[in-house]
């Protein structure tokens, strides 16, 4: 009993720092979101196309992960992890390197299609080592991971961003236009050129922000290396897991049983990923675009005040999530985030102060729906296996929308883009309301199914 512990620890060690590289990978676009129009040589809506094929990965991958684990019974989700992070961190550190626009977007179709399937293997390998009843605070510790990771990413942005800034003297009203473009620091060129234009020639073909992209694909493609191990010593063999057969008759119900309940928690998850991806990845720009004084830098802290809510929220919620049921947690989250976003929506264009305490808000509240809506489903009903397609494929179809659309009201006005946050936070606390609904009537019908069967089998008992 102690090695299987020793073993579960490891396990979430390793899983947790590769949710860590995928919260980076996620998070990255955000404040380097003008880098890379600027890289391209496109405007916000267009590059905006590259979160639409994202979600179009995501969602393919969600649909083939399902297909997977229905077809195939014997299919080992461990097998996926390693190969899948190894790629994602391939595609991020060849982002600045794509010389064509087409290929960088192809390039995030294919990390969307490896996230989605490698996010769908880790959640159901933890849904696998822990039942219902215990499973909660170990999926939240799982999205914390995710969390940390998009905390640690404008951090290393940041930096570069001020390197790029200064180097280009652009101008702070909005988008950087004439950003010179470094392979190296301007300190080394600066030092090491000596005024050679054949020097500068050579020099002049990445921004230095390309360092960030470098960094993060190079920690997703180390954290992939104890993911392999576990596959290759048989995870399985060390570590119990939940059969097939598991008892209380809620494993792999019928979709006809439960398509109530799946289709108002597939409308969740669409509107909380959109909550999530659209305010992480244009918060950076509208507040540098909207023209009430944020810098570069203080754009990027901005961005990095986000995930700071956010990374508390889901490392609070590992251990509160073990005595408040998941319907309080979200409830409280839906009513934070509708205050959060209408003082925004009311006073952000003129107050600042406003913008930095809604955003701590923002990502203090958005961080527990998509966690916590996990562990809701599993009371609910079994959703390791083909059923973990709602999670995925939701979260893959919010972003091929709502991303979109941000960037084409962004270039209409910057801030518009937080009404659209706004609506999507009102409508998500509608949505929840239905899926509470839904869920106990689909828990009257299972009793009232249980108990019918009951009857059958021993009649002389009632």
Known sequence: METEKLWKILFVAAVSLARMGQGMYLSIPGPTLLYLTELYSVDVSQIAFMFTLRAVGMMMGAAAYSFTVYKFKSFNPLSATGPCMLLIGIMTTLTPWCNSFVGFLASYFVSGFVFSYSDGAMQTLYLRIWDEDSVGPFIQSFHFGISLGSLIAPLIATPFLEEADQAGNSDP???????????????LIDLYGNGSSTIRFEAEYVNPVAWS??????????????????WAVG?????KMRGEDRLGGKY??????????ILPLAAYYFLSVALEATYANYIYAVAYCMGIGFTVTQAGRLNFMYYVGYTVSRFTAIVYSKYIKP???????ILLIVAAMAAMCIFGQNIPLVIWISTFFFGLSVATFYPTGVTWASRVTDVSGKYMFVFLFSAGLDSM??????????????????YLIAATAIGNGIVFIGMEIAARRHQKAHDEKSLSLQRNRDPTTF
């Open 173 to 187: 009203d909005c988008i950087p236009s004439s950003i010179e473009t470094t392979v190296l620091p301007t300190s």
């Open 235 to 239: 995870l399985g063999g060390r570590i």
């Open 252 to 261: 792999e119900e019928p979709i006809k049983d439960v398509w109530p309940v």
């Open 401 to 418: 929308i709502t991303m979109p659309v941000a960037g084409v009201i962004f270039e209409t006005s910057p801030f518009y883009v937080m």
């Open 213 to 230: 992209y470098l960094i993060v694909g190079l920690f997703s493609v180390l954290v992939s290396l104890p993911l392999f191990y576990f």
């Open 327 to 333: 319907r309080t947690i979200i409830a409280c989250g």
